[in-house]
Nanobody
Framework: QLQASGGGLVQPGGSLRLSCAAS????????TGWFRQAPGKEREFVAA????????RYADSMKYRLTISRDNSKNMVYLQMNSLRPEDTAVYYC????????????????????WGQGTLVTVSS
């Protein structure tokens, strides 16, 4: 199972670090992705990291404000978000896939088999 945490209320321009914890080490690591769903909108891709080589992929709209990283020893993936805007308000989900894909594929929801429950990020003054 996955547990996403680190959400909360932050002022515009602020930062948050989200965490995605796996309750047990999976048999294989392909990659971890972060997605978000704002009220009334479809879920969209935010960022992903491919485990074997740590290559990353970001949504174009956010890529200069994000850093995704992983800690093998803790089975954790982190998403550092900076310069947050009100339009970043959403529930953020992490997901994992045991398979390795070309980097472009990690933005597709369909490759992920396990999802966390989501953590709410609210950006407001």
């Amino acid at each position: 199972q996955l547990q996403a945490s680190g959400g909360g209320l932050v002022q515009p321009g602020g930062s948050l670090r989200l965490s995605c914890a796996a309750s047990e080490r999976p048999s294989s690591y392909g990659g971890t992705g972060w997605f978000r769903q704002a009220p009334g909108k479809e879920r969209e891709f935010v960022a992903a990291i491919r485990w074997p080589d740590r290559n990353t992929r970001y949504a174009d709209s956010m890529k200069y404000r994000l850093t995704i990283s992983r800690d093998n020893s803790k089975n954790m993936v982190y998403l550092q978000m900076n310069s947050l805007r009100p339009e970043d308000t959403a529930v953020y989900y992490c997901a994992v896939t045991p398979r390795t894909y070309n980097l472009g594929s990690y933005s597709r929801e369909s490759i992920y088999g396990t999802w966390g429950q989501g953590t709410l990020v609210t950006v407001s003054s």
